[in-house]
C-alpha cells in the first residue's frame, strides 16, 4: 500500500493546522499511523488520494448510516444549493424535519436545530440549569458528549485515546459542578443524588456508549436512573447524538423504553453535513429563548443546506424494515468475528448492539470505564495496521465504535470477517 501522497499533504497540513487535522483522532498517533487523506467515498468505499481503496467501518464517526453519496441526499443537497445556501431567517424545510424528529423520538415535543454534537449538549445542560436553578451535573466515567467546558472530565472519545484525563483551559470553578460516575453503577449514582440531589440539575447519559467503544446499559440501569432523577426533580438527558436514528428510528428511548425529560442528537440528523439538535418535553423547551429566558442561538441553526441532507437520509430510514434488516447484518457479523476469535485463541471480546460495535482486546467483559481501559491498545494498534493494510479502514482507537451502513454489501462484511481471522491468526502468531 502505497501513501505517498497522503504522508506529503499531512507534513503540508500539520504546518497550518495543529496536528494536521481538525479534530485529535484523525490524526492516528494511537495506533502509530499517518492518517489518510481523502479524496472520495461512494456507498462503503472509501478512495484514498494515493488511489487505494478501503471497506470504510467509521462512517464518519456515526453520520453515515446509508454508506457514502447516497443518490436521494446527494440530489437534495444539490437541489437546496441551487436555491440559495443560507438566509438567517426561517425555512420550510425546518418545520419539515423537526416534525420529522418528533415523530420519530418518542419523548421530543419539540426540537431546537444546532450546528454539531457539542452544541445540542451544551444548550442541554444550560436548559436543564436554567429550569431547575440547580448547578451541578452528572455524567458518566468514558462518555463523551462533545468538547464543551462541563463534560472535559473523565471523558471519553479523543480524550481517553490520548489519555488526557481533563483539560488545561477548563476552569477549576467548572470543574467542580461536574460529578463523574462510573457507567452501569447505579449505588454510585444512588449516593450522588442522596448527598447532593438538591444541587444538581441534570445527569447525562450516552444510553448506549459509543466512546469508550460500546459499551451497554446494564439490564435496569437505563430505568434505574429515570426513577432515581424523577424522585429528586433532577432532569435526565440522553445524549443520542450516535444512537438516535441508528439503533432505532426513535433511538435507544425507543428500543429500552425510556423517556428522558430532554434529548440530544447529532450524526444521522444531518446526513453527513453539520448538524445537532436538542429536544424534550414542551414546557421544558418553552424555556429557551425567545419563549423563555434561557439563551441559545446561531447564524447557520436550521441551515437549509444541512435540513435538506436531515430529510433525505430520514425519509430511507423510514422504509418498512429498515433496521430490522440493518441491525440483523450487523448482529450476525458480529457473532461471526466472536467465533473468529475463539477460534484463534485470542482473548477478544466483542460488544455489540445494532449496528455498533467494539473489538475489545482483553479477556474479561467491558461493563465500564474501567474494565475498557484493561483492553490491550498496543494489540488493537497492530490489529489496526494489519487490517488497513488489506483494504479494511477501522476507527484509530481501540475505544472507538465500528459502524455498519446500509451500504455494506455481504460480501464487504465477509471481508470484514476473513480480514479479521487473518489478522487474528497473525497477531495469535506473535
Ligand atoms: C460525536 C458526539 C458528540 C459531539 O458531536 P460533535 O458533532 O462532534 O460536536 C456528542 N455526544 C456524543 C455521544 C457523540 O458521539
Given amino acids: 500500500m502505497k501513501i505517498a501522497q497522503s504522508e506529503k499533504m499531512f507534513e503540508q497540513a500539520a504546518k497550518v493546522i495543529p496536528g494536521g487535522v481538525n479534530s485529535p483522532v484523525r490524526a492516528c ?42 443518490p436521494q441526499v446527494v440530489a437534495a443537497i444539490r437541489a437546496a444549493a441551487g436555491g440559495g445556501t443560507s438566509f438567517g431567517a426561517p425555512t420550510p424545510a425546518e418545520i419539515t424535519l423537526a416534525e420529522m424528529v418528533v415523530e420519530a423520538v418518542p419523548s421530543v415535543e419539540k426540537v431546537r436545530f444546532v450546528n454539531s454534537g457539542t452544541e445540542a449538549t451544551m444548550s442541554a445542560i444550560r436548559l436543564a440549569r436554567g429550569v431547575t436553578g440547580r448547578k451541578k451535573v452528572v455524567k458518566f466515567d468514558g462518555c463523551y458528549h462533545g468538547h464543551a467546558d462541563s463534560f472535559l472530565i473523565k471523558a471519553g472519545s479523543g480524550l481517553l485515546t490520548l489519555g488526557i484525563p481533563g483539560s488545561p483551559g477548563v476552569p477549576e470553578d467548572i470543574v467542580k459542578n461536574t460529578i463523574s460516575l462510573p457507567y452501569n453503577d447505579v449505588n454510585a449514582v444512588t449516593q450522588a443524588l442522596d448527598d447532593e440531589g438538591h444541587d444538581v440539575a441534570c445527569v447525562i447519559i450516552e444510553p448506549v456508549a459509543g466512546n469508550m467503544g460500546c459499551v451497554l446499559p446494564a439490564p435496569g440501569f437505563l430505568a434505574e436512573l429515570r426513577r432515581l432523577t424523577a424522585e429528586r426533580g433532577v432532569l435526565l438527558i440522553f445524549d443520542e447524538v450516535i444512537t438516535g436514528f441508528r439503533l432505532a428510528y426513535g433511538g435507544a428511548q425507543e428500543l429500552f423504553g425510556i423517556s428522558p425529560d430532554l434529548t440530544c442528537l447529532g450524526k444521522i440528523i444531518g446526513g453527513g453535513l453539520p448538524v445537532g439538535a436538542y429536544g424534550g418535553k414542551a414546557e421544558i423547551m418553552d424555556s429557551i429563548a425567545p419563549d423563555g429566558p434561557v439563551y441559545q442561538a446561531g447564524t447557520l441553526s436550521g441551515n437549509p443546506l444541512a435540513m435538506a441532507a436531515g430529510i433525505a437520509t430520514l425519509r430511507q430510514l423510514q422504509q418498512p424494515g429498515f433496521y430490522q434488516e440493518l441491525n440483523d447484518r450487523a448482529t450476525r457479523c458480529a457473532e461471526r468475528l466472536r467465533e473468529v476469535a475463539k477460534r484463534c485463541g485470542l482473548p477478544v471480546q466483542i460488544n455489540g448492539i445494532g449496528s455498533m460495535m467494539t473489538l475489545f482486546f482483553c479477556s474479561d467483559p467491558v461493563t465500564d470505564f474501567t474494565s475498557a481501559m484493561r483492553a490491550d491498545t498496543g494489540l488493537y494498534a497492530k490489529h489496526y495496521r494489519n487490517m488497513l493494510s488489506q483494504g479494511i479502514y477501522l476507527a484509530p482507537s481501540q475505544f472507538e465504535v465500528a459502524f455498519i451502513s446500509a451500504a455494506h454489501t455481504p460480501h464487504d462484511l465477509e471481508k470484514l470477517e476473513k480480514m479479521t481471522e487473518w489478522s487474528f491468526k497473525n497477531l495469535a502468531d506473535k
Fill in 29 to 70: 498517533r494511537s495506533v502509530g499511523c499517518t492518517p489518510l487523506f481523502i479524496e472520495r467515498a461512494e456507498g462503503a468505499t472509501l478512495y484514498d488520494v494515493d488511489g487505494n481503496s478501503y471497506v470504510d467501518f467509521v462512517c464518519s464517526w456515526g453520520p453515515m448510516i446509508l454508506g457514502h453519496s447516497h
